[in-house]
């Protein structure tokens, strides 16, 4: 105990400080988003054509594998969620194994796309450098881009200022899409260690505009006693419940995935997801 104490202590201290993630964004051959002591980089599968019915998915709305990594002293943690074709789930699984990453979920998120799409979540102790080259080995085994991000486009964005004042929150605008995370009130960990709502503990809602109507998808972060209530207010507003998981497997609190698709006008969605979130013991910023 005194030893994890120390470490905990450390990783407060590095969290107040800037980290060097150089070496690792070098590995990758691109720039990932650094929050506190977390640094997260984005693979969008901008190589899959996905639609679930006639509405074209894209990658910020469902289809972006993301890793993430956070220091805590010399020891770093890593997770992340890749998105996988079914022909590709038993070669990275077995690439996993390999490197010795654990596999804590394979599942969907969405239902009724095509092409079928899964989702593996992973997790991973160790140096850092040596997790981000394991990483690398395993996306290799993917059609995952692995060149540098293109530039963004400068397509005209929707006005969101009427969804973000529904939900109570401003989100990440990203071409046709927004993206809103709410993290959690309760501080969450795994293996006694704290994972912050930058590394997929947030409650995420992303909305894309689709014509003058809008799609929506994203998982709420739930206890046990919240998951039917939260069920409930969005079935109740037209929000269709998709999957029920985990992603974790050591976690504290225990913790329920829950995912989500609607189409319908973006207020209403809005309204239907903020009912939901009401339900939960998310952060309250307005």
Do not use: C
Not at 120 to 130: K, R, W, Y
Request: hydrophobic share 45%; aromatic share 6%; net charge neutral.
């Amino acid at each position: 105990m005194k030893n994890l104490s120390i470490v905990l202590l450390l990783g407060s201290q590095l969290s107040a400080q800037t980290v060097d993630w150089s070496s690792v964004e070098a590995i990758f051959g691109r720039k990932g988003a650094a929050q506190g002591d977390v640094l997260k980089i984005p693979f969008p599968r901008s190589d899959l054509k996905v639609k679930v019915g006639d509405i074209s998915v894209e990658p910020a709305l469902a289809l972006t594998s993301w890793i993430a990594f956070k220091k805590t002293g010399e020891h770093s943690m890593m997770m992340g969620d890749l998105v996988l074709l079914d022909s590709e789930i038993a070669s990275v699984v077995s690439k996993l194994v390999a490197q010795n990453i654990e596999v804590t979920a394979i599942h969907n998120h969405i239902v009724g796309e095509s092409p079928a799409i899964k989702y593996l979540h992973f997790g991973g102790h160790g140096d850092v450098a040596q997790l981000a080259k394991a990483m690398m080995s395993v996306l290799s085994v993917t059609a995952t881009p692995l060149s540098s991000l293109p530039p963004a486009t400068q397509a005209v964005e929707p006005d969101w200022s009427k969804v973000e004042s529904i939900l109570g929150w401003t989100g990440q605008r990203k071409g046709r899409v927004l993206q809103v995370a709410v993290p959690r009130s309760e501080t969450i960990t795994d293996n006694g260690m704290e994972v912050p709502p930058f590394m997929g503990m947030a409650t995420a809602m992303n909305i894309e505009m689709v014509g003058e109507k809008a799609a929506t998808t994203g998982d709420f972060v739930l206890l046990a006693g919240e998951v039917n209530p939260v069920v409930k207010a969005l079935t109740e507003s037209g929000i269709a419940v998709t999957a029920v998981h985990n992603h974790m497997l050591f976690e504290s609190p225990r913790l329920f995935f829950l995912h989500f698709w609607g189409f319908d006008s973006p207020e209403k969605l809005a309204t239907g997801l903020r009912a939901a979130l009401d339900k939960t013991n998310s952060v309250k910023k307005k």
